[in-house]
């Protein structure tokens, strides 16, 4: 079943928005050569302990884990496409990083991610980033009443593929609200005109997650948690927690 919010409720879970937005752009201003992806995640636990909000992802135990998550980031670098757990690991010149954030504030969640490359890096990784970014905005475009689901997995896919890119199988977006992950599922590939049709207070985050290589594969790590591109190739993850309203989409990750 697909909760609709009301225009309140919605601006409630713009509130946890800002929280993941902020600790989103700290961690960023933060990741520079030589700082580790514990440190990060310090950062991001700090903006967002200091907001008064509580992490969606710490203690997070779906069913495919083997373990509760243990940070309030995913840190995903390079061949890790997501769900990297922080660790030692310092950042590197030409990293791809990319970092998923989840907070909830009065029970309301929100879901956000980014990619980014650590110094000038590859031009190939700047590009990958790049497209997955316009694939979010093109996708969060299509967030508008009376259009359908697969609108916004079409929007995702076309960009993708139209790159030469991989798009991650089994894992896409989701419906936001009093929890992190609700109905519906949000496909990164889709059909024009199928599927469920956007209504006013539908809340979902889109999250396109593309592969430089070109596959769609991936083989989970031994912690069960971090899943890599099968072929070794990088990969880019992007996402915000998006509104369909009667006057548009509202991102409220932003
Ligand atoms: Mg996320
Ligand atoms: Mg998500």
């Given at each position: 079943m697909i909760e609709l919010k009301s225009a309140a409720e919605l601006d409630a879970m713009r509130e946890a928005g800002k929280v993941v937005a902020a600790a989103l752009s700290a961690v960023r201003a933060h990741a520079v050569a030589g700082v580790s992806l514990l440190e990060l995640d310090d950062v991001a636990a700090s903006v967002i302990a200091d907001a008064g909000a509580g992490s969606s992802f710490q203690h997070y135990h779906p069913r495919f884990a083997p373990t509760p998550f243990p940070a309030v980031i995913c840190a995903s670098v390079n061949d890790v496409i997501v769900h990297g757990i922080p660790d030692a690991y310092e950042l590197a010149?030409?990293?791809?990083?990319?970092?998923?954030?989840?907070?909830?504030?009065?029970?309301?969640?929100?879901?956000?991610?980014?990619?980014?490359?650590?110094?000038?890096?590859?031009?190939?990784?700047?590009?990958?980033?790049?497209?997955?970014?316009?694939?979010?905005?093109?996708?969060?475009?299509?967030?508008?009443?009376?259009?359908?689901?697969?609108?916004?997995?079409?929007?995702?896919?076309?960009?993708?593929?139209?790159?030469?890119?991989?798009?991650?199988?089994?894992?896409?977006?989701?419906?936001?609200?009093?929890?992190?992950?609700?109905?519906?599922?949000?496909?990164?590939?889709?059909?024009?005109?199928?599927?469920?049709?956007?209504?006013?207070g539908m809340v979902i985050a889109i999250e396109p997650m593309f592969i430089a290589g070109g596959v769609d594969t991936h083989y989970a790590a031994a912690d069960g948690w971090s899943l890599h591109t099968s072929d070794g190739s990088r990969a880019a993850h992007t996402e915000h927690t998006v509104a369909i309203t009667e006057s548009g989409p509202r991102v409220l990750t932003a």
């Open positions: 010149e030409g990293d791809l990083v990319s970092i998923d954030c989840g907070a909830h504030v009065d029970g309301w969640h929100g879901d956000s991610a980014i990619s980014f490359v650590v110094g000038a890096g590859d031009p190939a990784d700047v590009k990958l980033v790049s497209v997955t970014e316009r694939a979010l905005d093109a996708a969060i475009a299509q967030c508008v009443p009376g259009n359908r689901l697969g609108d916004v997995s079409h929007a995702v896919g076309v960009i993708g593929r139209g790159a030469g890119y991989g798009i991650l199988r089994g894992f896409g977006g989701h419906g936001v609200g009093r929890a992190m992950h609700e109905a519906p599922s949000v496909a990164n590939e889709g059909t024009p005109g199928q599927g469920l049709q956007l209504r006013p």
